[in-house]
């Protein structure tokens, strides 16, 4: 079936440093696209969203880009921090009432 | 404010036994979901509460997982007995649109594990 899938499972980087996390999605009728950050024993947190309308979207340190030609979205995290250490899963959601998540991708942040 | 509450946070069950986990959602928010994350994996959707009419079922993943919201504000999801494969996180997600999806605020989970 379709799904919601992640380039790399984990990644590390230094303390200040730009993070990008990357994921690839399938079902071109998706509309509408989260960020979620996931930490240790808690649920998945809010960051940005995005619709398919546009193909950039920016917050507080935070921009998601999507690419609709190759069905791509990223999450970019600026000068990121050791409180940014967690697990980012993209959601994607289409005509249901469900958020179809991926697997999600490990971001450990090194001083 | 008072975000989605869960309860229990942590609960053990022995094979075959029936386990009931509560959520509160965010006052006031039409639409409530369930999802189980399994470890090391993205949450999935089970079941989805507009009010009290529950619209989507299609994620239980069998005859023993039945979730209720009677009033249209506290939801609790049963598990029938219990088996192994169902030791996961279960999360819960409230938010004030109807239909569904789009932002959902996710409760802490309760984690079940099953032996």
């Known amino acids: 079936g379709e799904s919601v899938g992640l380039h790399l499972p984990t990644l590390s980087v230094q303390e200040g440093d730009n993070s990008i996390i990357n994921c690839a999605y399938s079902?071109?009728?998706?509309?509408?696209f989260i960020w979620y950050k996931q930490e240790s024993g808690k649920g998945p947190q809010f960051i940005i969203d995005?619709?398919?309308?546009?193909d950039k979207r920016q917050g507080q340190r935070v921009t998601v880009l999507l690419n609709k030609t190759v069905k791509h979205l990223s999450l970019q995290i600026a000068a990121t921090q050791p409180g940014d250490s967690a697990v980012y899963f993209c959601a994607e959601k289409n005509s249901g009432y469900a958020l179809n998540f991926g697997k999600g991708t490990s971001l450990l942040v090194t001083p | 404010g008072a975000g989605v509450s869960q309860s229990p946070r942590y609960k053990v069950a022995k094979r075959g036994q029936d386990v009931a986990l509560r959520c509160d959602p965010i006052s006031g928010h039409v639409s409530l979901f369930w999802y189980q994350q399994a470890l090391g994996q993205g949450p999935e959707f089970l079941t989805y509460?507009?009010?009290?009419?529950?619209?989507?079922k299609s994620g239980l993943p069998s005859d023993r997982f039945f979730a209720e919201r009677p009033e249209g504000s506290v939801s609790t999801l049963k598990i029938q007995r219990t088996q192994q494969e169902d030791s996961a996180v279960y999360l819960c997600?409230?938010?004030?649109?109807?239909?569904?999806?789009?932002?959902?605020?996710f409760g802490p989970g309760t984690r079940l594990l099953v032996l």
């Open positions: 079902n071109s009728a998706s509309d509408y």
């Open positions: 509460f507009q009010n009290e009419a529950q619209l989507d």
């Open positions: 995005i619709r398919s309308n546009m």
């Open positions: 997600a409230s938010s004030p649109h109807a239909g569904g999806g789009e932002t959902q605020y």
